[in-house]
């Protein structure tokens, strides 16, 4: 079966500090790998997406950044962290075959920029 | 372009009692639609999905019917218990990468 892992669980930075948060998927491949930011709330904001090694596009211009060194792991990174980028950082992803599209989300990460 | 739009929260009932929380979507063609929970301070989870419709999707108690004249994906559980407060987020797909989700609604349910 397929598992999804983000680490770390929590996280707190000082404003300006980098930030790398990663996300592996095991029992796939060839997935489809998002990040979204919950921010003060329930809503979900997504923040890239990518559809293979290398392929990274982004729905929301900041200061974040990903990256997508292996087919089944997917890197959020910071070079200097903002009191804004504070939030519930989730990870997902979905299977290029079959044609619902259903995402798999890992456990999050919770950062708190101070 | 897609958008998915659900009642705002909390709402708020009894152990027991029934519950429908609302969804509607607009989208062209035939979306996929999908609710899905997210318990406190954990990530979301897919609960159930219909791909067209008059299809009925079903898990944990939990219903949605596809109702294309409607445009919507209404969720209902006819007996909630207190472990089902947690926030329910509508979704489609329309067979591209990216979903578009509700915004979600919290549930608590006192005992």
């Known amino acids: 079966s397929q598992t999804i892992h983000q680490w770390p669980a929590t996280l707190v930075q000082p404003v300006g500090s980098p930030l790398s948060l990663e996300c592996t998927v095991e029992g796939t491949s060839n997935p489809n790998l998002y990040w979204y930011r919950q921010a003060a709330g329930r809503g979900l904001q997504l923040l890239f997406y990518?559809?293979?090694?290398?392929?990274i596009s982004s729905e929301v211009p900041q200061n974040l950044s990903a990256s997508r060194p292996q087919d089944r792991q997917f890197i959020l990174s910071s070079k200097k962290l903002l009191l804004s980028d504070s939030g519930f950082y989730l990870c997902?992803?979905?299977?290029?075959?079959?044609?619902?599209?259903?995402?798999?989300f890992g456990p999050g990460t919770r950062l708190t920029v101070t | 372009g897609d958008s998915v739009t659900q009642m705002e929260g909390p709402v708020t009932l009894s152990e027991e009692a029934f519950l429908t929380i609302n969804c509607t979507y607009t989208?062209?063609?035939?979306?996929?639609l999908f609710w899905y929970v997210q318990y406190p301070g954990e990530g979301l989870q897919l609960l159930l999905k219909a791909t067209k419709a008059d299809d009925k999707g079903s898990n944990k108690g939990f219903e949605a019917t596809y109702r294309k004249e409607t445009t919507s994906f209404h969720l209902e559980k006819g007996s909630v218990q207190v472990s089902d407060s947690a926030v329910y987020f509508c979704?489609?797909?329309?067979?591209?990468?990216?979903?578009?989700f509700g915004r979600g609604t919290s549930l608590i349910v006192h005992p």
């Open positions: 979704a489609l797909t329309r067979g591209s990468y990216i979903p578009t």
């Open positions: 990518s559809v293979g090694i290398g392929q």
């Open positions: 997902a992803w979905s299977g290029l075959a079959g044609v619902f599209h259903e995402q798999y």
């Open positions: 989208a062209t063609g035939y979306p996929s």
